[in-house]
Each structure stands twice: as C-alpha cells, then as structure tokens.
C-alpha cells in the first residue's frame, strides 16, 4: 500500500472479558497507524477498562486522539446512535453485533466491511478466511478475516520493528527489568498469566518441592486473589502492577518460562521466542482444548518427539489444573532443547506477513 496516500479505518472493540478484546485493538489500531500510515478510529464502549491499558484516555470524553489514534466512546446496543459515519473501511474485531443505524450507514457509504476474527490453529480457518457473509436482515455483505499461522490466513500480529526491539534487550536490559519488578536477574524466572479458576496454590507447593529456586511474577489482580499461607523454601512469588504493551513483551523476553492465556499474551510469547504454556479462553463442553490440541499439532511438527511429549503433557496439565512432579522434572531436563526449539518457531513465523499487513494489502486490493 502507498504511504502517501493513506486509507481511513473504523475499528471497532467491545470490551468483553478483562483486557484481552482491548488490547488486541489496541495492538492493531497502533500498528495501522504507526506501521502502515492509516487514519485509525477506534470505536470502543468501555473506557475505564481501556484507559488501564491508554493511560493517558481521559473516561469523560466522547471523542479524543491518542498516539494519533481517534478513539471514540460509542454504545453498541441495537437501537444505539452514538457510532460515527464509517469511512471507506470498516474493521469489527472479533465480529461483534452492530447498531441496525450503523449498518444502515456502511451500506449507504458502500464501506468494506470486514469481520475481524478469533485465532485458531483449527484447519477450517483456512478455508473461511476471506470468504464473504451476507447479514439476512440488512443484506450488508463482511468479509471474514482470519488470523493464523498458515499462509492461507491472515497471519499473526506484529510490529515490524518487533525482532529488532527484542535483539537489542540484551542482559543489561534484562538484569534492570526483573530488578525494576523487585526480582533476582539470577534465579530461573516464570511469569504466571492465567485464569483466577487455576489452582496455584497447589501448584506452587509442587513447584516448591523440586527443590530448584524459582521466582514467579503474577499480576498484582491475580495475586491479590490467592491465599499464600506458606512459606516456601525455594521459590519465591512476586506480584508485578499492570503492564503496558512494549513493558509486558519485556517481562516475557526477562522469563526462562511464560505462562499465558486467551490472545494477546499468546501471540507475545509465541514472538518472545522463550518456551511457554498456553490456556486458551475457557469455554462449555471443552471446546477451548480443541483450539489447544490444533495448535500444539501444528506449533511441534518438526519437533522432537521428546520435546513434543514435555510441551503437550504441560499444556494438557495445565488447562486441567493437573500438577505431575516427574513432568516438571523432564521440563528442566530438556529446558535448553525447548528454549532453542522456541526461538525457531519464533523465527518461523516471522516469516509469513504479519496480519496487519496482510489485512492493509487486501485492503489496497479493493
């Protein structure tokens, strides 16, 4: 796409669950302004939560610009009338409902409509990306866009500048971001995102009893939900503030370990090239474990069958609050395997366009 010349762009965010659906907009709306020049409105209808993430958002204000990024504070209920007219492009993350009036007015400015959608390692995606939906009542026409890690998708979002940034956190960065945290830069180091359902406390006594000092970083939110009342002998837990964007890629670039969870932090860990254990957003009947065994198919081809073993029995333990001692055992056996293994599946990916820029080239294209 020609930079001089650049398009204009709803993006639109309902704040669903923590700050997941948020910071995935605003990872995308920074990286269509900042990498590909795009005039961004950012169309959210929970302020207080984005302003965690937006510190500078200011919560009584319907209309502002951060970061040359207009954000609006709109409702997107039914009958609502409170979204502006969209411009040539209009982007709806993770394919939300939509006022009828705003429907009405994409049809009228014959806007692109483009259904922004969850990722999956799910072999189905390939084959919905890109492929058209007409709405029954409105007869409005979106076109689903698909994250992914095949080069029939979308792709995985990231920053052009991201592998540069993370070469350049050398040992000096990192010695001075785990001490910033009140953190030993010479102990093994695990950050620990998960949902509040986990069972930590039994896990931090399994943890304990390896007898290996360890210290953990947990967000302060999630800390502040667990009932400590032992005192460990070897590791210790450490509760970390609220993090920004670049902040968080540190903590994840500082681990020897990543625990994470829904998307964003996801996708992090899988560019911070360290070994990490994923849980995807639970869901009834256990539809969130396929997501899991898709994507651990497809993450370990090419892996070896030791190291394929370690990191799919720790995923499947860990997303069913299960704790194996002699598992943790092998995973510190195998950990220098598993952070190189890491490292080139990072570099794997990175290979394929980023999804923003795909979602910018399919958009130049009509």
């Known amino acids: 796409m020609n930079n001089k010349a650049p398009m204009a762009c709803h993006l639109l965010c309902k704040v669903i669950d923590f700050f997941g ?5 605003w990872r995308i709306a920074k990286q269509l302004q900042v990498d590909f020049n795009v005039e961004v409105h950012l169309l959210i209808d929970d302020l207080m939560t984005a302003q965690k993430l937006i510190p500078s958002l200011d919560i009584s204000i319907k209309k502002q610009t ?5 954000i609006w504070h709109c409702d997107f209920s039914e009958h609502s009338v409170t979204l502006p007219s969209p411009p040539a492009f209009v982007f709806n993350l993770f394919n939300i409902d939509l006022p009828k009036a705003y429907k009405d007015l994409i049809q009228f400015k014959k806007s692109k409509y483009i ?8 072999a189905w995606v390939d084959n919905f990306h890109l492929k058209p939906s007409i709405d029954p009542e409105s007869g409005l026409i979106k076109t ?3 994250p992914g890690f095949t080069s029939q998708t979308g792709g995985l979002i990231r920053e052009k500048d991201l592998f540069i940034k993370r070469k350049a956190f050398g040992d000096i960065q990192r010695q001075k971001f785990i001490q910033s945290l009140g953190g030993d830069p010479k102990l093994f180091s695990i950050s620990l995102f998960y949902y509040p359902k986990q069972k930590i406390e039994v896990f931090l006594d399994i943890v304990d009893r390896l007898g290996k000092p360890i210290q953990f970083f947990i967000p302060q939110y999630l800390f502040d939900l667990l009932k400590l009342k032992n005192l460990y002998q070897f590791i210790q837990v450490i509760p ?10 540190e903590l994840l670039w500082s681990c020897d370990l990543n625990f994470v969870r829904g998307e964003d932090s996801w996708i992090r860990a899988i560019w911070a090239g360290k070994p990490f254990i994923w849980q995807p957003y639970i869901q009834e009947n256990n539809i969130h474990l396929i997501k899991l065994k898709a994507f651990l198919k497809r993450y370990c081809e090419g892996c070896d069958q030791d190291l394929s073993e370690v990191l799919i029995k720790m995923h499947d333990d860990w997303s069913n609050n299960k704790f194996n001692e002699v598992l943790w055992h092998s995973f510190f056996k195998l950990q220098p395997q598993l952070e190189a293994f890491a490292l080139n599946q990072s570099h794997h990916y990175f290979k394929e366009p980023s999804f923003v820029e795909s979602l910018v080239d399919y958009c130049s294209e009509t």
């Open 66 to 70: 951060i970061e040359e990024i207009i």
């Open 240 to 249: 970390y503030p609220f993090l920004k964007h670049d902040d968080f890629d």
């Open 21 to 25: 659906d948020i910071g995935v907009a």
């Open 115 to 122: 259904a922004i959608e969850y990722l999956s390692a799910e």
């Open 144 to 146: 689903f866009f698909y």
